[in-house]
């Protein structure tokens, strides 16, 4: 068994779908109030859209609702999904731990869910049960799609560092409790400001974004808002548009044609590798850098003797706990598409950046020291590791490079590889060309030209500071 989002990557390289079928057989909709009708409506359903399915979500409330004959039928339904396509049970569930364990074994050992739909009100010992394989995922509800979700999921929260809306809250949770990439969100296409925020703070992550068709949501607004920057990442679900059709194959391949259309129409330029520099610049993490003295401008020495216009101080982040995680989320798309065995953080900015993205990937790290430990080991290289293995090194900013070739000859000489280095900002003072020339990549989820244009586009910034700082980039020839 593949984990289950691995297998639902696969599935949508496969089809070029997004399109997620719900399987929700309404009483008003089957031929007789039975156990039986709802089997043979929900076959039916696989029957005409298999071929352009990105995943299934049969709503385990519509079986359980005819007692026993019910579960079997929907036991029946999921057996009958072809094993290449991914299946999610929507049931929402969320009890303490004890009871999410018997709910975990229900999905996954009787009912052989890939993943299934979680209410995280309970907090983090509700769904780690459903977490303890990571071959299966779990949804977790973040803004729902209907009238009542702006009860609570709105609700300002007192004593955060930076104004939080609980909604937001349980995206950046979610992000931090992702220790084996299985975790997912819910968030309503009829929200479209939400999937604009959610999107920003967890870039990577799959969102389930329901209210297309019988709700009325905009498609083209949800996958504006709400694709990754590869153009994927967003599952569309759909279930009365479908059944409810004349033609149910006709009905699926118009949706599926559509979401295709809009999603060109929509991200001409979207690229297909995270790592090439034209990823959306997050509102969220370019504000919040403002906000918490990470950037200044003025005029600054540093410490490659360079005097510039702009310094940026990503040592700030320890204290603004969000604000680290965003920035920590920001490196995740680019290292999934490298190989490696573990992080190498560099003393002393990246350090607490490093950990914060292996405790949302789970990725081991091991840093090396900027003085040779006097005592005890005296190890120059801190953590487990073994000689031969591929790191990649982590770093908040890259200038000139100097600081990088340091780490680099401590790594090597431990007997670790190293061709790639990740940075969350490239100052584009000739880093990349530098590390290029000895045989290293070099690799930013953002440089200093994104976010001037952002600042500009956005008129966060004074028009004067930034051409001074565009000045002083092409006067280093960058």
């Known amino acids: 068994m593949k984990p289950f989002f691995a297998q639902l990557e696969e599935r949508v390289r496969k089809t070029g779908s997004l399109l997620c079928i719900g399987i929700d057989p309404r009483p008003e909709e089957l031929s007789e109030p039975t156990a039986s009708a709802a089997r043979d409506f929900s076959l039916r359903m696989i029957e005409s859209t298999s071929d352009i399915a ?30 290449d396509i991914p299946v999610i049970l929507d049931s929402k569930r969320g009890d303490i731990s004890s009871t999410a364990e018997a709910y ?50 709105d609700l300002p929260l007192a004593g955060e560092n930076q104004p939080l809306r609980l909604f937001e809250k349980v995206a950046l949770l979610a992000q931090e409790w992702n220790f084996g990439n299985n975790i997912g969100l819910v968030v309503g296409a009829t929200q479209v400001e939400a999937l604009h925020r959610v999107r920003e703070l967890v870039p990577d992550m799959w969102i389930l974004a329901p209210g297309v068709g019988a709700q009325g949501a905009d498609l083209a607004a949800a996958l504006q808002e709400g694709l990754r920057a590869d153009r994927s990442g967003l599952l569309i679900p759909v279930s009365r548009a479908i059944s409810k059709a ?13 979401i295709k259309k809009k999603t060109e129409e929509c991200c001409p330029t979207a690229a297909s590798s995270p790592s090439n520099g034209n990823r959306r610049i997050s509102d969220a993490l370019a504000e919040g850098l403002l906000k918490k003295g990470c950037i200044g401008f003025g005029k600054f020495t540093l410490k490659s003797g ?56 789970g990725w081991p790290m091991v840093y090396p020291r900027k003085e040779v430990k006097a005592y005890g080991t005296k190890a120059e290289i801190e953590g487990f590791y073994k000689p031969g293995e591929r790191v990649v090194v982590i770093d908040d900013l890259a200038t000139t490079g100097g600081s990088k070739f340091e780490a680099i000859e401590k790594l090597t000489s431990a007997g670790l590889i190293v061709e790639d280095v990740v940075v969350l900002i490239d100052r584009q003072s000739g880093a990349k060309e530098s590390l290029q020339a000895a045989g290293y990549n070099l690799h930013a989820a953002l440089t200093l030209t994104s976010l001037l244009d952002h600042w500009e586009a956005n008129q966060r910034i004074p028009s004067e500071q930034i051409k001074s700082v565009r000045e002083f980039l092409q006067a280093s020839g960058k």
């Not at 079986?63 to 079997?72: I, L, R, S, T, Y």
């Not at 769904?127 to 009542?148: A, E, M, R, Y």
């Open 54 to 83: 990105a995943a299934y979500k049969p709503n385990t409330a519509f079986f359980e609702a005819f007692g026993p004959q019910g579960w079997q039928a929907l036991q029946d339904v999921v057996a009958a999904i072809p094993a």
């Open 306 to 361: 360079l005097i510039s216009p702009i310094y940026i101080d990503l040592r700030q982040l320890v204290s603004h706990p969000d604000l680290l995680a965003q920035a920590a989320a920001a490196f995740n798309p680019i290292l999934k598409e490298l190989k490696f065995d573990r992080l190498a953080a560099l003393p002393y900015a990246a350090l607490p950046i490093a950990t914060a993205i292996s405790l949302q990937t």
């Open 246 to 258: 004349p033609d149910k194959r006709k009905a699926a391949h118009d949706l599926y044609d559509e």
């Open 104 to 153: 975990a074994r229900s999905a996954f050992e009787n009912l052989k869910g890939g993943a299934i739909t979680l209410n995280p009100y309970l907090g983090y010992d509700s769904i780690q049960p459903f977490l303890k394989d990571p071959d299966h995922g779990v949804f977790l509800l973040c803004k729902t799609s209907n009238p009542g979700a702006v009860d609570l999921q």
